[in-house]
Nanobody, 132 residues
Framework: QLQLVESGGGLVQPGGSLRLSCAASGVTLDSFAVGWFRQAPGKARDGVSCISGSGGYTDYADSVKGRFTISRDNAKNTVYLQMNNLRPEDTALYYC?????????????????????????WGQGTQVTVSS
């Protein structure tokens, strides 16, 4: 059974950076597509990014393009989300999710609100707070 654990969240000033990690255990992650979504208090879930199992395909929300980079190290069974130039509106609980579909090695489905529940595995989340 795949288990996902996020880490790397914290408090950062606007313009700062954080790197989130999504560490997998129980199963080798290289056949899984992995996504990140976030949820701020009182707001709907918001897809952030996803990456295919091979790492060759990625997708991003328009709001984070050019600031966030998703990557993976399958040898470490970990997916990363490098977040630069953080803004107060990036404040949220960030979750990673994973699915092992037939296409997951070469494609990922952007984890928007209508797709999130198709991802089979979810982490517990890590809090990111951007504030001065």
């Amino acid at each position: 059974q795949l288990q996902l654990v996020e880490s790397g969240g914290g408090l950062v000033q606007p313009g700062g950076s954080l790197r989130l990690s999504c560490a997998a255990s129980g199963v080798t992650l290289d056949s899984f597509a992995v996504g990140w979504f976030r949820q701020a208090p009182g707001k709907a879930r918001d897809g952030v990014s996803c990456i295919s199992g091979s790492g060759g395909y990625t997708d991003y929300a328009d709001s984070v393009k050019g600031r966030f980079t998703i990557s993976r190290d399958n040898a470490k069974n970990t997916v990363y989300l490098q977040m630069n130039n953080l803004r107060p509106e990036d404040t949220a609980l960030y979750y990673c999710v994973a699915e092992n579909a037939s296409w997951s090695g070469v494609h990922c489905r952007f984890p928007g609100p209508s797709v999130i529940y198709d991802y089979d595995y979810w982490g517990q989340g890590t809090q990111v707070t951007v504030s001065s």
